[in-house]
């Protein structure tokens, strides 16, 4: 199952770019912008010791990484359980990920999925991604891959793009959907075009062998170059970088000059997609 590294500097990004909470909220978001960590944990404790559910999460979050105080997971836990026990899907998904990997509490996927859970019932899509991993690998109940699909998709459509490339791969092998080559090439397409590495690869190879999609070499060079050339991505699975260029120079084989210079030009002219958060 892919997961993401444990760290949450996304959700934080949301309380931060989001609307305002006035005084010391404010000023504790400031200094955490401005890598003032000390500072920012100073005024976030205050606030998630009244019960601020926004500040309970950083603070954890801060416990987690070791930012501003003495990495802790046991503290990560308790200050998220506070956020996810006043009912946040944040505090709820960051708690289910501190039990899926075991760090401040015993690794337990069933209570990793009991969290996941509530927050992707509110529409959480990280909650929504870990919840269909764990039905697609069987981790804290039985495998279904009718359920993964669901919540893989439900998190797809809010733009992860991680889910959307696991939705394709089950279209691709017919796992808890009907097999469908052209459904598979449209949610790998999404995955792709926001600069996931390995959906990227996959593009290429169904534009390289027709799969889902109009046989195109130009195209399938263009995602195989962009994978191999992808070194942002930290999810990016090892040896894809490489892959993608062994799967660039068989199919450059098969081209004339003329379609290597266009998928070099498109190449270099491709812009990712921002996904949506």
């Known amino acids: 199952m892919r997961t993401p590294s444990a760290a949450l500097i996304l959700i934080i990004s949301l309380f931060l770019a989001g609307p305002a909470i006035a005084g010391p909220f404010e000023d504790a978001a400031y200094a955490y912008k401005q890598g003032d960590f000390k ?89 929504q991604y870990m919840l269909g991993g764990l ?29 959307q490339f696991q939705l394709a791969h089950l279209y691709a092998e017919g796992h808890g959907v009907p ?19 390995v959906a990227q690869n996959d593009l290429g190879a169904m534009y390289a062998n027709g799969d889902g999609v109009p046989q195109d070499y130009v195209l399938a060079h263009l995602w195989f170059s962009l994978a191999a050339s992808n070194v942002l991505e930290e999810e990016m699975h090892e040896g894809t970088a490489m892959h993608a260029a062994k799967n660039r120079d068989l199919v450059a084989s098969k081209m004339t000059p003329d379609q290597i210079a266009e998928a070099q030009k498109l190449a270099r002219e491709w812009k990712p997609k921002k996904e949506e958060k």
Not at 79 to 86: G, I, S, T
Not at 138 to 144: A, L, V
Not at 152 to 162: D, P, V
């Open 39 to 127: 500072t920012a944990y100073r005024l976030y404790k205050p606030l998630a010791e009244q019960g601020l559910p926004e500040a309970q999460v950083i603070l954890g979050y801060m416990y987690e990484t070791g930012q501003g105080v003495p990495q802790d997971y046991t503290e990560a836990v308790k200050w998220y359980r506070k956020a996810a026990d006043q009912g946040g899907a944040i505090g709820q998904s960051s708690l289910g990920q501190m039990y899926f990997l075991g760090q401040g509490v015993p690794q337990d996927y069933a209570e990793a999925a009991k969290w996941y859970r509530k927050a992707a019932e509110q529409g959480s899509r990280f909650g």
């Open 135 to 163: 039905y697609q690998e069987g981790y804290g109940f039985p495998k279904d891959f009718a359920e993964a699909a669901k919540w893989y998709r439900k998190a797809a459509e809010q733009g992860h793009s991680i889910a």
């Open 179 to 197: 097999q469908d080559y052209a459904e598979a090439a449209k949610w790998c397409r999404k995955a792709a075009e926001q600069g996931y590495s």
